[in-house]
C-alpha cells in the first residue's frame, strides 16, 4: 500500500495531545520515541504507522518523560 506522509503541522492537527506541550513533539522525535521519516532536514509521518503508534500508548498518545 501506499502510505500518506504528513508534516508536523497536519500530525498535530489530527492528533492535538502531540502538540499539547510546548515542544513535545520535538523530544519526542529526538527521542526516537515516535515513528518518523526524514526527508533530507525535514520530518514526516507514516499516517499508518502514527496511528498504530497511539493505539499501543492507549488512550493519549502523549507519554510520560
Not at 508534516?7 to 515513528?35: C, F, M, N, S, Y
Not at 497511539?54 to 498518545?61: A, H, L, W, Y
Request: charged share 30%; net charge positive; proline share 6%.
Amino acid at each position: 500500500t501506499d502510505n500518506k506522509l504528513i508534516d508536523a503541522k497536519e500530525l498535530v492537527r489530527r492528533h492535538p495531545a502531540l502538540g499539547a506541550r510546548p515542544h513535545r513533539l520535538q523530544w519526542l522525535i529526538r527521542t526516537r520515541q515516535i515513528p518518523f521519516v526524514r526527508v533530507g532536514r525535514r520530518v514526516y509521518f507514516d499516517e499508518t504507522k502514527i496511528s498504530a503508534w497511539i493505539e499501543s500508548k492507549g488512550r493519549s498518545p502523549e507519554i510520560s518523560a
